[in-house]
T-cell receptor, first 112, second 115 residues
């Protein structure tokens, strides 16, 4: 059974204070690891897909990295508008069934 | 490009009543998913469709939940009868079946409260 554990559960930072969110996973054959952002009352918004260890992707102040056991979402000089819940999910190599297994998320608050 | 549409956005029902949710995926997306997100948790897959066929419904509580996608476009998820523990946000997602396209795009969700 695929499993995803995210830490910390919640993180409060000052504006401009860089940090990293962790996503540890176990999966039988990783097809992809996904990061989503979710704002209150909205559906998850796609950020990144990582496919193999060593891969990195960037978007504005966010950078996602992947190893064989975990992924990190690095946030550089965050702004208040980066406040949201960040969800990590994995997709195993289960043939045609490719639903995502999500972690519980990290609730990030950026204070001005 | 229009996103995934869902309705209603909110629904309040009493336990043992029935309820239905509707989803219209992104145009051209053949794969459609329904997820359940309980407060404080990540989304949990309920069912996956490819066109109008079911690919995976292993986590769907089939004694009370049903879903269909008759013409391979819109989908409906039904709960009958509802229980208190069904209170959650029901999210619909869709994905292109183009080569290398694995990311799923989510709708705004339907928040269900069972009293």
């Amino acid at each position: 059974e695929d499993q995803v554990t995210q830490s910390p559960e919640a993180l409060r930072l000052q504006e401009g204070e860089s940090s990293s969110l962790n996503c540890s996973y176990t999966v039988s054959g990783l097809r992809g690891l996904f990061w989503y952002r979710q704002d209150p009352g909205k559906g998850p918004e796609f950020l990144f897909t990582l496919y193999s260890a060593g891969e990195e992707k960037e978007k504005e102040r966010l950078k996602a990295t992947l190893t064989k056991k975990e992924s990190f979402l690095h946030i550089t000089a965050p702004k208040p508008e980066d406040s949201a819940t960040y969800l990590c999910a994995v997709q195993g190599s289960g043939g045609g069934a490719d639903g995502l297994t999500f972690g519980k998320g990290t609730h990030l608050i950026i204070q001005p | 490009e229009a996103g995934v549409a869902q309705s209603p956005r909110y629904k309040i029902i009493e336990k043992r009543q029935s309820v239905a949710f509707w989803c219209n995926p992104i145009s051209g997306h053949a794969t459609l998913y329904w997820y359940q997100q309980i407060l404080g948790q990540g989304p949990k897959l309920l069912i996956q469709f490819q066109n109008n066929g079911v690919v995976d419904d292993s986590q769907l509580p089939k004694d009370r939940f049903s879903a269909e996608r008759l013409k391979g476009v819109d989908s409906t998820l039904k709960i009958q009868p509802a229980k208190l523990e069904d209170s959650a946000v029901y999210l619909c997602a869709s994905r292109s079946t183009g080569r290398g396209s694995y990311e799923q795009y989510f709708g705004p969700g339907t928040r269900l409260t069972v009293t």
